[in-house]
């Protein structure tokens, strides 16, 4: 870590400790999300990192990104998976979008006076994402959305939704991307889903029936929304990545910390063989997992391609939260599995890192879609 990366993390240490850890097992009990911890979150700087200081961004880059998200996920996974997503949708609007859209849209955004929310997803389109079927009609000076987007994390209280809507054929040539506003006529929200984890976090439906767009509000060409949300997933890997890293690293010294303390025949339970190997393994496998979302992080910070390793690790550190946060849970024993402790709640946050943002399954799609191409040409 630079000494950039290390002021980072001090800060939201004293940021998470202070403001978000002492309510995380009230919120995860009453599903409550805090909007006041998100905008003092933006006022440090943290909601629109990669984004540059023109728009009101801090204009770190993705490594120092991913130190500051996996330092948010120690304390809270529900808030980290807020600001990564909120980061996606600034990226898109920064990458692809107008000077107008970019003025307009992600000063709130970066100070973090609003959510973003990126909406893909439908109830026939999850790993399948080019088959979605909410259509944008031409109409004048715009576009009539109608449809239903599923699983929208931060919908209800996003401000800023990036939609893709179907404006040609099938297929992925027939997407098209938008930005809808909150409160524009038309755009409703649907059931809240009762979740696992992420309870703080909310996701729901998110409703368009006549919902008229401006044509203003198009990113990019016709035809063009399906690159746009794919480019936008290889960047949203890296951070849940990240947040994969900061949850496993939290659990691990949730474990050793108990394992020090815990006396069972007459020694700590640290001395036993059988889980110092299990924490050994743990902390092995954080550390590559780090070591690669890093690595992930640093070739798009110098413009070089990284989807493979942004899938590699998407799918290396959140296969390791899931793994690390049950062994947390076992080396915890009976306490581990009640609300006594945050283990329980780790592991059941770490269950879904496995399939937002594209599942593990679909990284191994893209990894060896990657290979079959470097093998032959
Ligand atoms: N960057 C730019 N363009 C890309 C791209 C990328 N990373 N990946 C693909 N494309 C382009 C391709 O080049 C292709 O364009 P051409 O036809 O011009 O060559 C076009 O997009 C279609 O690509 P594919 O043929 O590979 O598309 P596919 O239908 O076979 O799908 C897939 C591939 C990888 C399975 C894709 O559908 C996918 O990633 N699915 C998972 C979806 C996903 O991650 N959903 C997550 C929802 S968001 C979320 O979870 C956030 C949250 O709230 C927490």
């Not at 995860?28 to 009101?56: Q, V």
Request: glycine share 10%; aromatic share 8%.
């Amino acid at each position: 870590m630079n000494e950039l990366q290390v002021e980072l993390k001090s800060q939201l240490e004293k940021f998470c400790l202070a403001k978000i850890e002492p309510f995380m097992e009230h919120d995860d009990e009453t599903e409550e999300f805090r909007m006041s911890i998100f905008t003092d979150l933006g006022e440090l700087g943290f909601c629109g990192m990669t984004i540059p200081e023109a728009y009101g961004g801090a204009g770190l880059t993705y490594q120092d990104c991913a130190v500051a998200l996996e330092e948010i996920a120690k304390y809270s996974v529900p808030y980290a998976v807020t600001v990564s997503v909120s980061t996606m949708v600034q990226s898109i609007i920064n990458d692809f979008g107008t000077e107008k859209q970019k003025s307009t849209f992600l000063p709130p955004l970066t100070a973090g006076q609003e959510i973003g929310a990126f909406c893909l997803s439908e109830s026939g389109a999850g790993s399948d994402a080019s088959s979605l079927k909410t259509t944008a009609k031409k109409a004048d000076g715009g576009y009539i959305l109608n449809g239903t987007k599923l699983w929208i994390t931060s919908g209800g209280i996003a401000k800023t939704y990036i939609v893709m809507a179907r404006t040609g054929g099938e297929g992925s040539k027939g997407v098209s991307a938008f930005i809808v506003r909150d409160g524009t006529p038309g755009l409703s929200f649907g059931k809240k889903e009762k979740k696992m984890g992420w309870r703080t976090s909310p996701t729901r439906e998110v409703i368009f029936e006549n919902c008229f767009v401006p044509e203003e509000n198009r990113l990019l060409l016709e035809g063009e929304g399906f690159k746009v949300a794919m480019a936008a997933l290889d960047k949203g890997r890296i951070t849940i990545g990240s947040i994969g890293v900061g949850l496993a690293q939290r659990a691990l010294d949730e474990s050793v910390k108990y394992s020090l303390t815990r006396q069972q025949f007459n020694q700590p339970i640290f001395d036993f063989q059988g889980l110092q190997f299990m924490m050994a393994d743990m902390a092995c496998e954080t550390e590559a997992s780090r070591l690669l979302v890093q690595e992930a992080a640093r070739l798009y910070d110098e413009g070089r391609p990284n989807q493979k390793i942004a899938s590699f690790a998407k799918l290396k550190s959140t296969d390791t939260a899931m793994k690390v946060t049950t062994d947390a849970v076992q080396i915890l024993g009976g306490v581990g599995y009640t609300r006594e402790y945050p283990v329980e709640r780790f592991m059941r946050d770490a269950k879904v890192l496995q399939i937002v943002e594209g599942t593990n399954q679909v990284q191994r799609v893209v990894i060896a879609r990657q290979l079959k191409k470097e093998y032959t040409t």
